[in-house]
């Protein structure tokens, strides 16, 4: 098996053990999207308008959830030292950790995210375009994500810290995601902001491989 | 195998050696002694490419250093870098093949070091002894000329100090090269190298 795929096979199986971090994002999402309108009153057809942005808004916050596991563990118990004496690069390392992180914890919200958008009371015929906007939009936000992660390496306040430095870095994806669904239910296309939505994505591959492997070099020294 | 050449390497404010010089050839250990804080673990680190040396030089005998680094060089902190919740088996498995190891090597590294029975207990139930007997698996699995040990033997009992003092032989009798911060001497001949007091 290629270097790349050692690790992603590794870090999959750490997101499913001990604990199931899919489950719990998951569990948080669907919380999440529980109390919104039990916070909002009484009046389903109120929040009916905001039901996209809420949906997304709670995937952000559950994609946040397992993103300290991601360097902070190996950094604390040494593995990030013989991960970097490895065969792949750290841009590599941290690009693959990345994608991991979406398949174990992004997919599992991207497939969950129609039932909270519906259960809100978005338009049931808008399922799919949820799923494809959030399973795009979760690739942004671990992308991203990873490098918070990685910029938060070694600091006492791990977890706290990831957040505060990458839920800016998801305001552009939640517009851009919220936004799609605006435009259909306006009857417009939702291709300028998927569009977007992707650019981001794309973005973050370029930037966080190289930030993410200069900040765990940093952090390392 | 690796020459440093006035190295001065400080951590904050404080600088910890100034122009120290080192080489070590095939089939040689260093036992690098010194009280503590006077910079053992920080010049091996530095060896490994983890810290930035603030002067000096580091020169691996064959290759560039990052290339060296990815595909000649061990290292074995004072942290074992295993995941508690995992089973022994599927971390040494991981640790072996990412340093480059074949079925073959950690088949033999499990052997050596007597690790099959525990190979199905999860890490956290290890004894710190069994959990460093597991971390120097992948150096046994994965043939690498250059091994950087940090207090390799601390948490080992007397009979595996031993038994490892007989491999870290048989990978100088191979032409390996060994580094070492100790305390107490290597059970193998090895070239003194003294930072000094620390402060």
């Known amino acids: 098996m290629s270097a790349p795929g050692i690790l992603f096979r590794r870090e999959l199986a750490l997101a499913w053990g001990g604990g199931g971090g899919p489950l719990l994002a998951c569990g948080f999402f669907l919380c999440l999207t529980v109390l919104v309108p039990l916070a909002a009153g009484g009046d389903p057809a109120g929040l009916r308008p905001v039901a996209g942005s809420v949906a997304w808004l709670a995937l952000a916050l559950a994609s946040i959830l397992s993103l300290e596991r991601l360097f902070e563990r190996d950094y604390e118990d040494g593995s990030l030292d013989l991960i970097t004496l490895g065969p792949a690069p750290l841009e590599l390392v941290v690009l693959a950790k990345a994608a991991a992180q979406w398949l174990a914890v992004g997919v599992p919200l991207a497939a969950i995210a129609p039932v909270a958008a519906i259960t809100l009371g978005l338009a049931p015929s808008l399922a799919l375009l949820v799923a494809l906007s959030a399973l795009i939009g979760s690739l942004g936000f671990a992308l991203t994500g990873a490098l918070g992660a990685a910029l938060a390496l070694g600091s006492k306040r791990g977890g706290l810290l990831i957040a505060v430095v990458v839920l800016p870095l998801f305001i552009p994806p939640v517009v851009f995601g919220a936004g799609a669904l605006e435009r259909v239910a306006n009857g417009l296309s939702p291709g300028p902001a998927l569009a977007l939505l992707a650019a981001y994505v794309l973005f973050a591959a370029v930037v966080t491989p190289f930030a993410g492997a200069a900040a765990i070099r940093n952090a390392q020294g | ?199």
Do not use: C, Y
């Not at chain 2, 100090?161 to 007989?166: E, F, Q």
């Open chain 2, 1 to 199: 195998m690796i020459a440093v050449t006035a190295l001065t390497v400080s951590r904050g404010e404080r600088v910890l050696f100034r122009d120290l010089s080192l080489t070590v050839a095939a089939g040689e250990a260093v036992a690098l002694t010194g009280a503590n804080g006077a910079g053992k673990t920080s010049l091996l680190r530095a060896l490994a490419g983890f810290i930035r040396p603030d002067a000096g030089e580091i020169a691996f005998a064959d290759a560039e250093p990052a290339e060296a680094r990815a595909r000649d060089i061990h290292w074995l902190g004072h942290l074992d870098g295993l995941k508690g919740a995992r089973r022994a088996g599927d971390e040494l498995d991981f640790q072996a093949r990412w340093a480059g190891a074949g079925p073959d090597g950690i088949a033999a590294a499990v052997d050596v070091l007597a690790l099959e029975p525990l190979l199905d207990l999860e890490v956290r139930k290890l004894s710190a002894g069994q959990r460093r007997r597991l971390a120097f698996a992948r150096l046994i699995a994965a043939p690498r000329p250059l091994w950087l040990l940090d207090e390799p033997f601390a948490p080992l009992d007397v009979r595996w100090r031993a038994a490892l003092g007989l491999l870290m032989q048989a990978h100088l009798d191979k032409g390996g090269g060994i580094i070492a911060a100790v305390h107490d001497p290597l059970p193998v001949p090895a070239r003194p190298v003294d930072l000094g007091a620390g402060r």
